[in-house]
């Protein structure tokens, strides 16, 4: 458990090192451009500020957006605001649409300016307080350094009293635990950091009529496109599978029809060969039932068919389901039962982020919560593994998340069929996590 807890560790603090540090620099930055702003907001009030606030806005933005990418790579998550004029979210930055002049009545600039706030002065703080105790961690573990090259200095090196080879051999011993502890720390505060930035620099639009419009269009395009996409998986399995199978059973039965005139020895060895094949083929056709609609979910339900997935998983994997009923307590009330195309698409949900946790996450355990109510089904599927799966990345290396560049658009438009939601976290490390609603109320 502690070798276990000390690899974990040591993976996870390089990222958190590194983004205290550029933090760090950001912060001071901060500072300057913070002050830069309050000049002038101040010069507004006698007008001729009003003539450089967009600019400065510009770079506000722009700063932050540079920063929301950092939050994004270390907590595994896309970072977003929706600034006004720019209804994707996307937010100012290299490739990306900006509103042409940013404005304090801006609900998201106001926020990135709350955040340029608290990130120059408690952010830059607590980034000094993270390095300082590494810092103390690597003067410890380089005492004997200290002592060979600089021997005028070297009892004010660290907190010990450096007098002796011995004194500084045990301050490495010690600088060891203490460089546990830094590590240990160090990822906790760049967390904080990080959450309370992503909650600062993530504004919400007012969402229109037109815009609303807009995105129902484009989820029914998408669904549109994956309907056909399925039905040409479908045609392929049917031609490549059943099909095949079903044409090798029937010249079987006419090389019977042949071998009973001439040669009817042959006959039992050919009739064998003749019912393998149709029981490949009907295989192949449970298969392609079973891709289509589980016949488990008619039978059995969402929750025992979400237990027969995890069972199957080659990574052990738990299941906890909402409400206290659906998992099989005894005279608990059964779970409600949601529309069958949202039970489907949850079901896929669910077996194709095990699939991928048991090839790409290097897990040891994972965990499945299912929640079915009378309005929506919540789905969050984590791992423990190696994690840094990235949404937009092709041959990610963990979770689910492996769903990778195809397998999470895909998932995505199943989801966004129904005007659901898709949310995947995956720091480096781990743990991943994939968290699913999808609507079913009428």
Known sequence: MLEQWVRQTAVRF????????????????????????????????????????????????????????RVGRLLGVQVRTAY???????????????????????????????WLLCHSVPGTALCVLALVVCGHAVNWLTAPLWWLLLPAQRDRIILLTVDSWWKA???????????????ALTRPLALLHAH?????????????????????????????????????????????????????????????????????????????????????????????VRGI?????????????VRALAALCAVPTRTDFEPAGAAGAAGAAPPPRAPAAAEAAAYFVVSEALTNVAKHSGARNALVRLR????????????????????????????????????????????????GSTELSSPPGGPTVLKVEIPCGS
């Open 169 to 183: 051999l045990a301050a490495v011993v010690v600088g060891v635990g203490y460089a546990l502890v830094a590590m």
């Open 196 to 288: 309370v930035s992503r909650r600062l620099l993530t504004a919400r639009a007012r969402t229109g009529l037109a815009e609303r419009v807009r995105a129902l269009t484009v989820s029914r395009a998408e669904a549109l496109d994956a309907h056909d996409a399925e039905l040409r998986r479908i045609e392929r399995d049917l031609h490549d599978g059943a099909q095949a199978d079903i044409v090798a059973v029937s010249l079987r039965l006419g090389m019977i029809r042949r071998a009973l005139d001439r040669r009817p020895e042959q006959v039992p060895e050919l009739l064998d060969v003749a019912q393998q094949q149709a029981e490949k083929a009907l295989d192949a056709l449970r298969q392609l």
């Open 14 to 69: 390089p990222p958190a090192a590194g983004y205290v540090l550029v933090c760090l620099g950001t912060g001071l930055a901060g500072l300057v451009l913070l002050a830069l702003t309050a000049a002038v907001c101040a010069l507004c009030l006698v007008g001729t500020g009003f003539l450089v606030l967009p600019a400065t806005l510009r770079v506000v933005t722009r700063y932050a957006q540079f920063h929301r990418r």
């Open 372 to 419: 079915i109510t009378a309005d929506r089904i919540s789905i969050r599927v984590e791992d423990d593994g190696r994690g840094g799966a990235a949404e937009s990345a092709v041959g990610v290396e963990s979770v689910v998340g492996a769903v990778g560049a195809s397998g999470l658009v895909g998932l995505r438009r199943r989801v966004a069929a129904f005007d």
């Open 84 to 114: 006004q004029g720019v209804p994707d979210g996307s937010g100012p930055g290299p490739g990306s649409a900006i509103a042409p002049k940013p404005s304090l009545r801006d609900p998201a600039v106001r926020k990135d300016l709350l």
């Open 293 to 305: 609609y589980p016949p488990v979910l008619a039978d059995r339900g969402l929750v025992e068919a």
